[in-house]
């Protein structure tokens, strides 16, 4: 392998010329990472990553479900009862599997930090196999490859974590009270005390009563406590909700028939519709709140998770069996945005896993709503096509400064630069391209490129 | 600035050269110009326009969609209520904001009207809003910039504005009356009587009924007054139809149940069910009498109109929140084809703002039913990128014979030439990119150019 | 025309010059045809070819519906009741309208199949009708003209056809008799005995009773029926079942319902719930059945068969009046794959009109279901543009390991090798641009380009 210079920028060499200079512009920008999964653990007590499977492997579910595609047993990637224990097992499987990678970003973002991080210029396969593990392990024992020091290394300015509502946060507290000066935040993520359907709902509201002292078996009591909870959020660094739904849609119930619905879905055993109506009523007064405190909301939606019941069961959630749906969102969004959309404390950031919302509807609604915002290409579309798909079917309609910046949204740490790199090669290829076919002035693509690379992700997600 | 004489073609030089080539051919034809939504009142009256801010800001729902999600309030780009009357004030605020529009097909259009037009080549800002204000002022007081002139000075053949049904066309009368010899003509469009969820739909029916003298409380009177609409129309020049519906359902009821149908809307208070019932079924009773009249029609189907109530209540419409919906036309088309589709006297004409349905069914469709040609992309596809995807994914299915060439579909007069332009450059370099990758023979390319920049529209809408 | 060595390649210099080696490289490979549908009786009576307008106008829906959408009557197709009878009159027909095909795959296939099997290197028009069928003419009275000749000549390796679950497969049981050496394949195509919307779908169960000696008119002996249908393909050298469903939607019934379900379809008259419902069953008992006999399933979803009732009366099915429908499998497929899905036994290969499920739907659930893999572009999809949004919308989630190579799908035999070869120059243009911005490395191309020119159509068909 070996990292080519030009790799992900346009073909033609004159755009290429203009790609690469604008790609070395913002090359070096600190990164912004305001959407993510990596373990507040890492940051608080900035442990050892324990080896090369761990690292790269078992809990990367765009790897597992690729080699489960292929017919590779979860327990040989050291998933679920009775699995393979020797790292090195792993990683041999894994690497005699490269092949299955090829065209996609997991090749990329892993040979990125094999090659940067751990000076691995091999391409994996069987016959490379022990070096790179040998290599990797080697580094992995050294202080500076914890995961403080790799924030640092990897020139990371701000990261948000996503944590649920019940979260006592006490490793953002233990890193908080350190001398380090990283900047880690929580992000809100009430999906478990919002969605009927969660597994153990009921539990979760009796818990989040006992939290915040709150009486969460009335409707003003359970908004009482979001609100409780969102305030600790807040002092804890927190600037954004995040709420993953399986639909866009919302509503605006009158209060009568909010608290009766409540009521009924307090009770346990909620019928489906009335569980979808519950979310999207929450999604409303999640607005509301923001109005009051300030949190961006971010808007996910669109996955069926846990699409084999048999995966779920032995193996647990995020085991790459989550299927996007089509979506929609025009009608969906429209009783949030009639309440509160027009009100300018309010920002709305959207994400989708059905591509055909980009033209159709997210552009023209975040091209007129003041309150919204595009996050980027999410989950199977942060990617090279994906993003060029993204850019060229979103921006004619909302401008680039509807648009949110990047996300890494990743719990494998070590693919953060690499994903933020991906990022701004493709966004430097398009903005190229614009200026070769004269749409945009080449002042115009060096002014844009820093925007896209970060500061819109700051103005976005309020980390300013 | 400065218009670049190269923009928009492709990157490639060997693709390029060619495409300018097939530019040439076709960049000084006539305008064919067969929808659209110019005043009537400019061509019949001939007016100065008054300022740059009514010309460029104010009236255009792609520059004030913009603005607003932005932040900024209606009333300072001079709607509503209270609003800012200066018009130079408006300008300076659109001029401080024109780095928005970067990367959209306003900006093009906008930049082409100023440079050609008005002779503005520095790029819009807060620092050079007043040079290009003055600039614009000075001549719009020109009697050479008023429609009629502008008119000539377009190149333009013919121009088709769109007229509800109880329009007494008496611009079009006026300017028919003139000695002047531009070609304007109206475009039947009735959603006002015939969508039973339109505002004052009862009212708008007894109107029907005097101007007409048929009797509009009957289904056979009903549709006697559009025939007799239609064959005013068809006096003054008129050659095709046009339906805004927001879906493309339609529906060919035995009588008595059309009967019983009209006589239920009639009545007002007509369900949602009925109303989108009635739609449909008028959609297949215009096809009827175009067998008999002639007039082409088409479809504009798709669009969420009025997405923010507060907006719509104080700005009213066409302020930008319309949004696309998913839009399916196999089904929704089956009645109507059925009925009349093999029919060899009906052309009907289809628009979309769902691009999904490009390659998935209107392709196919338009590929096999003689009677379906497909419009050009429509509202946010018609742009750049836009025009790429429409050919990329309709071309294969059904060829360039089953599309209707371009439709500049504005009110927006300046923008005219500017839209065709981008239109004839896109063409070009699709044509050219199928020459250099041989699928199609270099003097193919150069028959089909002009087919694609005024003959398809001619034939398709009957302007011959 | 004459064509172009580089025909299909991307237009950068650079990229076109390593898709052009890559291209050699699979360019003179056998071809491997695992779905498709010549007729059995050219392999098992080896007839010669009439005329020109039977081998390439009459019956090729494509080249029918495109001149039908431009108003030319079946009957001068030599289609219908008092249909033209001179095949050099609907050449010339054809040969006049050719112009209609332009930047159409039907013109690649033509033109392909002209020169490289017929000399004819002319562009077809009137001018040039007489010459080119006077050539083509000549040539099919030749005895290398005949449909094992040509089979030899396109360098076929095997080839499937598609057939009734009620054929006896004479014409297979003679080739197999026959000293002839190539190797051609039914496929146990059930529909007729599996829908209960097929017209004459109580007769064929009646018919699939005595043909089997089982009781159709139970579920029991019903499914029986097909395990015997099944092994009798089986034994005649099938190696896949094919499905073509109106959607793919699965169902997995707990068995007294699926019992009493077939109880009401075999009544006649079910509702349309109904025979969705049984087809939804069915898909999952088929994949049961594979798990016992190692058929690959594919399920062909998503069009909507006879859009004209006038033209499915009077000229019957496949003229071209079949249209794509919006589909979705995440949710319709959860059935049956939570059934059977992660059986290693089971593949199933899933084919779809509506390209807005590739990135969506396709490509992440054959990026994790074991069993699953992603048929090649269908029907309308089949094609330079088509295949190219393919690979970037499948590649990044999929990989290439998941996709099951290229079909032909097709019953115009002379266009098998052209078929093959759009596919194989435009994956050798899309390997190549992966090398080119360097997401993948040369030597890896050059090993996945024979994979999908046919090593993978191979294996998903179980075809070593």
């Not at 990022?423 to 430097?428: E, M, P, T």
């Amino acid at each position: 392998m070996t990292l080519h210079p030009d790799r992900l920028l346009p073909p033609d060499p004159a755009t290429r010329k203009l790609a690469r200079e604008l790609y070395h512009a913002v090359a070096d920008l600190p990164i912004v990472s305001p959407h993510g999964h990596t373990d507040p653990r890492w940051w608080g007590e900035n442990p050892r990553f324990s080896d090369p499977a761990q690292l790269f492997v078992t809990p990367d579910h765009y790897v597992t479900r690729m080699l489960t595609s292929q017919g590779v047993p979860f327990e040989a990637m050291g998933i679920g009862a009775g699995a393979e224990t020797d790292p090195r097992a792993i990683w041999r499987l894994f690497a005699r599997n490269f092949h299955l990678f090829r065209g996609t970003p997991s090749r990329l973002w892993i040979e990125h930090a094999l090659e940067s991080l751990f000076g691995v210029t091999e391409r994996l396969s069987e016959a490379t196999a022990d070096r790179a593990y040998d290599a990797i392990a080697e580094r992995l024992a050294r202080p500076e490859f914890r995961p403080r020091e790799l924030y640092d290394r990897f020139n990371i300015e701000v990261i948000a974590t996503t944590d649920g509502a019940l979260d006592d946060l006490a490793q953002h507290a233990t890193l908080r009270g350190s001398d380090w000066s990283g900047r880690v935040v929580p992000t809100y993520r009430p999906d478990a005390v919002v969605d009927p359907e969660a597994p153990g709902f009921a539990a979760a509201l009796d818990r989040l009563g006992e939290v915040t002292g709150c009486d969460t078996g009335s409707w003003e009591g359970y908004l009482a406590a979001h609100r409780a909870r969102r305030a600790f959020f807040i002092s804890m660094g927190t600037t954004a909700s995040d709420h993953g739904h399986p639909t866009p849609r919302t509503a605006d119930l009158p209060e009568a028939e909010a608290r009766a619905l409540f009521d009924r879905v307090r009770r346990g055993g909620a019928s489906a519709a009335n569980a979808e109506l519950f979310r999207a009523q929450m999604l409303t007064e999640m607005a509301r709140m923001s109005l009051e405190d300030g949190l961006v909301m971010q808007l996910h939606a669109g996955s069926s998770r846990g699409h084999s019941d048999a995966v779920r069961a032995a193996y647990g959630p995020d085991r790459g069996f989550d299927i996007p749906l089509p979506s929609s969102f025009t009608e969906a969004l429209r009783p949030l945005l009639n309440a509160v959309g027009l009100d300018p404390r309010l920002s709305l950031i959207l994400f989708t896993l059905d591509e055909t919302t980009y033209a159709r509807e997210l552009a023209p609604l975040a091209g007129v709503w003041p309150c919204l915002r595009l996050g980027p290409p999410w989950w199977f579309h942060d990617s090279y096509e994906g993003m060029r798909r993204y850019r060229e079917a979103v921006t004619e309609t909302a401008g680039f400064y509807n648009t949110a910046g990047f996300n890494d949204d990743t719990r494998a740490l070590c693919s953060i630069p690499a994903r933020h790199d991906v990022a701004r090669r493709v966004d430097s290829g398009f903005l190229a391209e614009l200026v070769v076919t004269h749409r945009l002035d080449e002042d115009e693509a060096f002014e844009i490129a820093p925007l896209l690379a970060g500061d819109l992700a700051r103005q976005a997600y309020r980390l300013g």
